[in-house]
């Protein structure tokens, strides 16, 4: 079997053990100095063993060398390194632009390298920053150099388990800082030379743009610059997430599809000029080239680009085409120039997509039955809808995995809704691309097809936003892990080739092993408590999962102006643990850093009670949490000191504060009246203490030996005004964690509540610095999960 493979498809079997070579390094503590031992012996080998046998063991492991050396020479970080100087200092910088895209409310995005740092000497330094400039109306182009002052910022990574990790998805794309200016901050002279092809491709961009602006306004027009020249910037949010919800998101990521038109425009162009075939080709190729350049070569353009060169070449020099080879020499030579284009998410779409495209489509053709067989249809117009459709199931089946594994869904209504917008989406872009060439001939032909563009465009918003409202458009599953996403891709490819023999035995047992696998994993986590703080910047918000399934929500962070923790951080990270129902809601005092996220929880999870001190406060948001659950009938309960919730036979939550007679002398002062609990769970226990301070605690302490837990959730966010030292010492925990976030204003924690807790020999943790934590425990052994 491997034979045969190998024969259909040698270059595809070589750049997997390429691949394999990449994520090796990536994962495995291998030295620079071994790979280049590794790959020097196997070149030397298998030269010298040429004609024996195991020669291609030889030729694979070289090339397996290869991929981990060109991932460790792109990976490595010099003393120059640009991440080596983001330190809180403004700096005067020197740079080079590489790409620039305006966005939305004057905004601007640009990536720049050739950095040059000014310290005691002009410095020059390895890696990209994206700068983000506020207030901008002015066009940048490739090579323009920019100088500056700025303080040089870390990108934000994963805070929360499951998170999109934007600083790994810079670093995929060599960007290592971030900094923030405003336009007049910058000062931007030419390059020496402007006469450069990016430069020149840069300066076509703007003047498409500038076309399009002309004659297609609105969000129809930011549409048709999406389309065209993967400019989406400008396209509303709630565009964007029509797109997402109908599954069709895809449309506006300029790829093969593109490609496709510009090949097809220039292929007409230069078949009306009567050219000879091979020339035709040359000339097509060329320009699919500076299509690539105009997009700011995006890896998906790259890859049809070499893909349509390849069966372009085929064609003008009469040699067949193997799709599989084409398809691995695209993802080797984009690879080979950068080999981090393997990690990122928009590469591992775009190659699967059209791996599946062919695959999975010849393999059910080869499995439906006659009747459902394309070939059944006599219809024309009718077939063509069918075929249109198994395409898109293939692309989903193909997919799946991935979309799962990144986005958390199974894009359902994408099977009906690019059966309708694909045809539209080929129109549109057909179109648009001979609107561009004839518009630059004459502005009439511009208007007049700006005008059919509007018309269309606009016609296919409402049909998108009409499917993106059908009920269970999108299936929301929890996240997967890489193995699971793994298992799904073994099981899809099982399931295709299901019709042979040896497959079919081999899924039953592999079912049947996972099964087990599953069930005693199962049953060993039966008995785990997870308890996860999470990372709501400056606030609180703890999600203690039971054994039973039962879940816990203690305060859901904070909401202002800016952002709501409650919509951006508590609910997305309850939909990826496949949660649905809050069971208990207890929100500690009626501060908004505490209970900003609530609203927004009790709108869309279900909530089975909610338990809070015994205060009326006048904001908004308790007056909103009130009314919310009086209409969804959720029962509020305050409890008082001294009371017990049985949660299970082992889990007890007891309540040590505030009691009615405290309340009584201090119901104005919220954060000393918030509710503290002690979960206890066999030998282990975790104290929650919202915002008590000094005053709270000295009644706390009455509780004597009761305060002792494993486990505390530091007071008021680690200020000075908590965590008294009589307070702590009779907690005494093992691990404690401060819920804080990074630069506040109040500068929390204070140094000096810091030393206490460290003194004590308590292991402590910090939101702003750790980002979220969480904690396991079968009631004897505690455990902090290193989920990063």
């Known amino acids: 079997m491997i034979d045969n493979i190998i024969k259909r498809t040698p270059l595809a079997f070589l750049v997997l053990w390429y691949f394999l070579g990449i994520l090796s390094d990536r994962y495995l503590p291998i030295n620079y100095v071994i790979w280049s031992v590794g790959v020097s012996a196997s070149i030397i080998l298998s030269y010298i063993l040429s004609e024996k046998p195991y020669s291609l063991v030889l030729i694979l492991l070289m090339i397996f060398g290869i991929g981990g050396v060109n991932h460790q020479l792109r990976s490595v970080k010099g003393t120059d390194h640009i991440s080596n100087y983001i330190d809180e200092r403004e700096d005067s910088l020197i740079v080079m632009i590489e790409t620039a895209e305006a966005g939305a409310e004057g905004t601007q995005k ?55 990790d934007y600083k790994q998805y810079l670093i995929n794309h060599h960007i290592f800082a971030i900094g923030y200016l405003k336009e007049q901050e910058i000062s931007i002279s030419k390059p020496r030379s402007i006469y450069s092809l990016r430069r020149t491709a840069n300066i076509l961009k703007y003047r ?17 610059k999406a389309l065209l020249i993967g400019v989406r910037s400008e396209i509303d949010d709630e565009t964007k997430q029509a797109f997402i919800d109908s599954g069709v998101i895809h449309v506006l990521a300029v790829s093969g599809l593109h490609v496709g038109y510009v090949a097809l425009v220039f292929w007409v162009i230069f078949g009306f000029l009567r050219l000879p075939l091979k020339l035709k080709v040359i000339l097509t190729i060329l320009a699919l080239s500076a299509y690539v350049l105009v997009v700011d070569i995006k890896p998906s353009v790259l890859r049809a680009v070499i893909m349509a060169s390849m069966i372009l070449i085929a064609k003008g020099w009469e040699k067949q085409v193997n799709v599989y080879n084409s398809l691995a020499a695209a993802a080797f030579i984009q690879t080979l120039i950068d080999p981090l284009q393997l990690f990122d998410m928009g590469f591992q779409l775009s190659f699967t997509a059209v791996f599946s495209i062919v695959y999975i489509y010849r393999r059910l053709e080869v499995l439906l039955p006659d009747k459902l067989h394309p070939k059944s249809v006599s219809v024309n117009f009718l077939k063509k809808i069918y075929q249109l459709f198994l395409v898109s199931l293939s692309a989903l089946l193909g997919t799946l995995p991935i979309t799962v594994y990144y ?154 102006y800016r952002r709501d923790y409650g919509k951006l951080v508590v609910c997305p990270y309850l939909e990826r643990r496949g949660i649905r129902k809050i069971d208990v809601l207890i929100l500690s005092h009626p501060h908004n850093d505490h209970i900003g996220g609530a609203p927004y929880i009790l709108r869309h999870l279900d909530v089975g009670q909610i338990w809070e001190s015994d205060l009326i406060a006048r904001s908004r948001v308790y007056r909103e949490i009130h009314h919310l659950a009086d209409s969804l009938k959720i029962p509020i309960i305050t409890p008082e000191a001294g009371e017990i919730a049985s949660l299970s036979d082992e889990i007890k939550l007891l309540f040590l504060h505030p009691s009615e007679r405290f309340l009584e002398r201090h119901k104005r002062n919220y954060n000393d009246a918030s509710l503290v609990c002690k979960l206890r769970y066999n030998d282990v226990s975790v104290l929650f203490t919202g915002d008590a301070e000094k005053e709270s605690e000295k009644y706390l302490c009455l509780w004597n030996d009761e305060l002792k837990s494993t486990i505390l959730k530091v007071p008021h966010h680690g200020s000075k005004t908590s965590s008294t030292s009589s307070y702590v010492n009779l907690i005494d925990p093992e691990i404690a964690l401060i819920s804080v976030g990074n630069r506040n204003k109040y500068n929390h924690p204070s140094a000096s509540t810091i030393e206490r807790y460290k003194n004590m020999q308590t ?13 396991t425990t079968n009631g004897k052994i505690v455990k902090v999960n290193n989920w990063k």
Not at 445 to 471: C, W
Not at 528 to 556: H, N
Request: charge should be positive; charged fraction near 15%; aromatic fraction near 10%.
């Open 407 to 560: 986005f958390h869904r199974i894009p359902i209504i994408s099977l009906l809704s690019n059966i309708i917008v694909i045809p539209l989406i080929s129109i549109i872009g057909a179109l648009g691309f001979t609107q561009i060439i004839l518009g630059f001939c004459w502005q009439g032909f511009n208007v007049v097809y700006g005008e059919v563009e509007t018309l269309l465009i606009g016609f296919m918003q409402r049909i998108i936003q009409s499917i993106s409202q059908i009920p269970f458009a999108y299936i929301q599953v929890p996240q997967i892990s890489l193995p699971t996403l793994i298992l799904l891709y073994a099981l899809i490819l099982a399931l295709l080739n299901f019709d042979r023999q040896r497959v079919q035995k081999v899924t039953i047992i592999g079912l049947l092993v996972v099964a087990n696998i599953y069930i005693w994993s199962a049953i060993a986590g039966s008995s785990q408590m997870t308890i996860t703080f999470l990372d709501v910047g400056q606030g609180d918000a703890a999600l203690v999962e039971l054994p039973s399934k039962r879940t816990i929500l203690i305060d859901t962070g904070d909401r202002n």
């Open 763 to 775: 292991r402590l943790y910090r939101t702003d610095i750790n980002h979220a934590v969480q904690i």
């Open 208 to 224: 498409i743009q500038d076309l399009i602006a002309i004659s297609v306004k609105g969000e129809q027009g930011a549409i048709l």
């Open 110 to 164: 640009i990536i720049v390298n050739h950095v040059r740092i000014k310290r005691d000497r002009w410095i020059e330094c390895q890696g990209k920053i994206l700068l983000k400039v506020k207030d901008s109306q002015r066009r940048y182009f490739y090579g323009d150099e920019l100088r500056f002052f700025t303080t040089l910022r870390m990108p934000m990574g994963r805070r929360n388990p499951g998170e999109f």
